[in-house]
């Protein structure tokens, strides 16, 4: 089956310490996005890839940090640098570098990031 | 930037009941998503559409890029409908989409 996995499903973390997200996908989708929900709030963009090697900064990338070196992964580091880590993430990709907003994103089960 | 706004943000209905909800942007754009967010977290693109009707089942939805307006409607609700829809159309730039607030939808039965 074809589709977006991200592992845990829930996390938690130490004030002060870095943790990864993962994400990946085998639907062989150029782009790769992540992005944060906060209760009650509507979805925001860190960080956006359109092809492999390359990423750009979204909304909210201070304190985050992404890496794309295989087409199917996109793993999203928070650093200790982000004041309030705690929050849903959401990994979704989808087809076609370039104009990549404009394609139909598929989005993955998303992790829940916990800072005690 | 483009604003979005969605309508209403609460609807509650009852089973078998027409669901209608609305959104509106301010800068023409030539896409719009409707996404759909069950209770766990879970987010699934219902559609995407450019122009005119799309229909998936019970879901319907329309554009008109003209008076920059989108709406979804729901036939027969059930209420595993209840969720949270959002719209998001991207930005001029291509660079990100913002998204709307969301509706959040209650079907009892």
């Known amino acids: 089956d074809g589709g977006i996995t991200q592992s845990p499903k829930y996390l938690f973390r130490k004030e002060g310490q870095n943790v990864t997200l993962s994400c990946e996908q085998n639907?062989?989708?150029?782009?790769m996005y992540w992005y944060r929900q906060d209760p009650g709030q509507g979805l925001r963009l860190i960080y956006y890839?359109?092809?492999?090697?390359?990423?750009q900064k979204g909304d909210i990338a201070e304190g985050y940090s992404v890496s794309r070196e295989k087409k199917e992964s996109f793993p999203l580091t928070v650093t200790s640098a982000q004041k309030n880590p705690t929050a849903f993430y959401l990994c979704?990709?989808?087809?076609?570098?370039?104009?990549?907003?404009?394609?139909?994103?598929?989005f993955g089960p998303g992790t829940r990031l916990t800072v005690l | 930037k483009n604003e979005v706004e969605q309508s209403p943000q609460n609807l509650t209905a009852q089973e078998g009941e027409f669901i209608t909800i609305n959104c509106s942007y301010s800068?023409?754009?030539?896409?719009l998503h409707w996404l759909q967010q069950h209770p766990g977290g879970g987010i699934v693109s219902l559609f995407m559409l450019s122009s005119g009707k799309k229909k998936h089942g019970r879901l319907i939805a329309t554009i008109n890029i003209q008076e920059k307006h989108s709406s979804l409607h729901i036939t027969a609700s059930h209420p595993r409908d209840s969720a949270v829809y959002i719209c998001a159309v991207p930005e001029t730039s291509g660079s990100r989409l913002t998204f709307g607030e969301g509706t959040q939808l209650t079907v009892n039965p």
């Open positions: 979704a990709s989808s087809m076609g570098s370039g104009r990549a907003f404009y394609n139909e994103q598929f």
């Open positions: 639907l062989n989708h150029d782009a």
């Open positions: 890839s359109q092809i492999v090697n390359d990423f």
């Open positions: 800068v023409g754009i030539s896409a």
